[in-house]
T-cell receptor, first 114, second 116 residues
Framework: GENVEQHPSTLSVQEGDSAVIKCTYSDSASNYFPWYKQELGKGPQLIIDIRSNVGEKKDQRIAVTLNKTAKHFSLHITETQPEDSAVYFCAARDRGSTLGRLYFGRGTQLTVWP | DADVTQTPRNRITKTGKRIMLECSQTKGHDRMYWYRQDPGLGLRLIYYSFDVKDINKGEISDGYSVSRQAQAKFSLSLESAIPNQTALYFC???????????????FGPGTRLTVL
């Protein structure tokens, strides 16, 4: 099955700075790459996703980039705010999965200091 | 009301006890999932279900069983709990087929299980 690796495991930034989280995947057949945010005491929630036919996608202060050749994708958060502090998970889904099964990275604890 | 609910939210039990975690959803989704979250290990899939007649093992199904009682209900059981099953457990649902525009999984609030 798919193997997703995520780095770094922890990331601390000053409010207003940018944060970047990187993931790699092993299965070249994977075609869907979501990012989830988990706030303390809550379940993960989708914040942005990208498909393999797109290289970049933006939504206000967050963006995701995908490099299919290198099999890696990244989450970029600009102008970070304290409320961005959370655990972020990347995931991948392979084209052959008829059940929409996702393979998750191990997560990144982002802390934004005021 | 929340779309995906889990009960109980917290549970402390002893080694060898049988435990059932329940998940209910009002989203009308066919697909339901059980994940386990451990610090530094991310979300690992235990079982998943395509519909009420379909049950599939995930990557860490040993020691667990599931029941899909209805489209809206998916229960996870630990027949004989052991300490290394102490973790945060999440139920999730999804709807669309892979080829369509929506692939989002919706997670419940989690159940924190401690096995002594």
């Amino acid at each position: 099955g798919e193997n997703v690796e995520q780095h770094p495991s922890t990331l601390s930034v000053q409010e207003g700075d940018s944060a970047v989280i990187k993931c790699t995947y092993s299965d070249s057949a994977s075609n869907y790459f979501p990012w989830y945010k988990q706030e303390l005491g809550k379940g993960p929630q989708l914040i942005i996703d990208i498909r393999s036919n797109v290289g970049e996608k933006k939504d206000q202060r967050i963006a995701v980039t995908l490099n299919k050749t290198a099999k890696h994708f990244s989450l970029h958060i600009t102008e970070t705010q304290p409320e961005d502090s959370a655990v972020y998970f990347c995931a991948a889904r392979d084209r052959g999965s008829t059940l929409g099964r996702l393979y998750f990275g191990r997560g990144t604890q982002l802390t934004v200091w005021p | 009301d929340a779309d995906v609910t889990q009960t109980p939210r917290n549970r402390i039990t002893k080694t060898g006890k049988r435990i059932m975690l329940e998940c209910s959803q009002t989203k009308g989704h066919d697909r339901m999932y059980w994940y386990r979250q451990d610090p530094g290990l991310g979300l690992r899939l235990i079982y998943y279900s395509f519909d009420v007649k379909d049950i599939n093992k995930g990557e860490i199904s040993d020691g667990y069983s599931v029941s899909r009682q209805a489209q809206a209900k998916f229960s996870l059981s630990l027949e004989s709990a052991i300490p290394n099953q102490t973790a945060l457990y999440f139920c999730a649902t999804s709807d669309a087929l892979p080829g369509t525009s929506s692939n989002e999984q919706f997670f419940g609030p989690g159940t924190r299980l401690t096995v002594l």
